[in-house]
């Protein structure tokens, strides 16, 4: 069931008994629930970007922008009144573009609002290019206990082929900076990038690991689909390079004592990224900001939402309450593919339990998929856990595949 979409206005919210009708599912309990928050500026379009962002012209609307967001969250408070908010994720964008004084508002504004978890993880996305002495320090200040900063590699060349506005050794400024800031803070880096060699990408892996980072969030360069590279592909590194460059960060990170808990992050002894948990345990998320995504469980259904994504015409809507684009209903033949895409990225997988729980689906939904899968040794399981088998984990797409609606 999808709400009709008024590109220019954006959708008024639904009255929260819209929500709570009759259904088709049958939910004993709501999953936990976090908070994400889209500031959709950055300094310039990186080539292989596909998220919500728009390069900034001038000086930013941080005042207005903070005031929408603000009037988007009060909006939504109806639909998770009463529920505790166990984490919270500022991402974008280049969120550092905000200033430190702009961040300590938002959370205020936030705290005034929302029940949060004591010890909430407020996570923030940093880049290099936007570092400037002491500027960590005051977002820790402001209330942000971890920091992940997009280095995605030390190497100037490399760089400069990612289209990404800071250099080597603003990269090295800025991780030592976070270091000394926070104790949790992670570093996004990629490989397979354009011309990369196996020794080129032991060295990125040597450098970041010489900060002793408690959290390595780790991504093969993909080309995405309406992005600068799709229509310019650069030469990429083969599949069978990828693959090796892979199996030595794995090597590299076990031995500096990190453990590859998910498909794409590697982490110290608690300091696994729980914001990101959450999502991967199918967990409940209310996304504010230009082009968040929402998934939000009500007693007979899953909701998923989405706000407008252009930054003005969000503001415009945000403040007169019509911030949401997309609204529907999470068809209940694709629930177990929807949960599967998530639970099967985790190392430990997931319980037979959770997904009886957040889907409102008896696991028989998916004893077939399940089936084929141990038979294809992508998974195996107990009689109440299913986990990816290392073949699993190589093969995720496959695995996660065998759970779509037919």
């Not at 290099?128 to 500027?135: A, D, I, N």
């Not at 997309?326 to 430990?348: G, Y």
Request: glycine share 8%.
């Amino acid at each position: 069931m999808s709400i009709p979409i008024t590109p220019t206005s954006g959708s008024a919210p639904r009255d929260v008994q819209h929500y709570m009708r009759a259904g088709l599912l049958q939910l004993t309990s709501l999953p936990p629930l976090s908070l994400y928050v889209h500031l959709p500026w950055c300094l310039r379009k990186c080539p292989y970007c596909d998220f919500n962002s728009h390069e900034s012209r001038g000086e930013l609307p941080e005042a207005r922008y903070l005031d929408a967001l603000v009037a988007d969250l009060e909006a939504a408070l109806p639909l998770i009144w009463g529920r505790t908010v166990q984490t919270i994720f500022i991402g974008g964008g280049t969120p550092s573009l905000f200033s430190p004084e702009s961040i300590d508002r938002l959370l205020g504004d936030i705290r005034a609002r929302l029940r949060l978890e004591a010890g909430c993880e407020v996570t923030l996305e940093a880049n290099p290019g936007t570092f400037e002495k002491e500027r960590f320090r005051a977002y820790r200040g402001a209330g942000v206990t971890r920091l992940s900063v997009g280095v995605q590699s030390f190497n100037d060349r490399h760089l400069k082929a990612l289209g990404r506005v800071h250099d080597r050794a603003q990269a090295l400024a800025a991780v030592e900076e976070a270091a000394q800031a926070f104790e949790t803070f992670n570093l996004d880096i990629m490989y397979a990038l354009p011309g990369q060699t196996p020794a080129e990408q032991e060295e990125d892996m040597r450098q970041a690991l010489a900060f002793a980072p408690p959290h390595l969030s780790i991504y093969h360069l993909t080309i995405e689909p309406n992005t600068y590279f799709a229509k310019h592909p650069p030469a990429l590194p083969e599949d069978d390079q990828a693959w090796a460059m892979l199996d030595r960060i794995t090597e590299m990170t076990g031995a500096a004592g990190m453990a590859r808990y998910e498909v794409s992050a590697y982490a110290r002894g608690g300091h696994q990224c729980q914001h990101n948990r959450n999502y991967w345990q199918f967990g409940d998320y209310l996304g504010i900001g230009a082009g968040a995504h929402s998934k939000l469980s009500f007693a007979h259904r899953v909701v998923r939402q989405v706000r407008l994504r252009d930054p003005q015409l969000y503001m415009t809507g945000a403040l007169a309450g019509r911030a949401i684009a997309q609204d529907e209903d999470v068809r209940r033949a694709d629930l177990p593919f929807e949960f599967m895409l998530n639970a099967l990225r985790l190392r430990e997988g997931f319980a037979l339990q959770d997904f009886t729980e957040r889907t409102g689906l008896a696991v028989t939904a998916i004893a077939k998929g399940l089936q084929e899968a141990e038979a294809k040794g992508l998974v195996t399981r107990d009689m109440g856990r299913v986990r990816p088998t290392e073949r699993g984990f190589d093969f995720l797409s496959d695995l996660q595949a065998l759970f779509l609606s037919d």
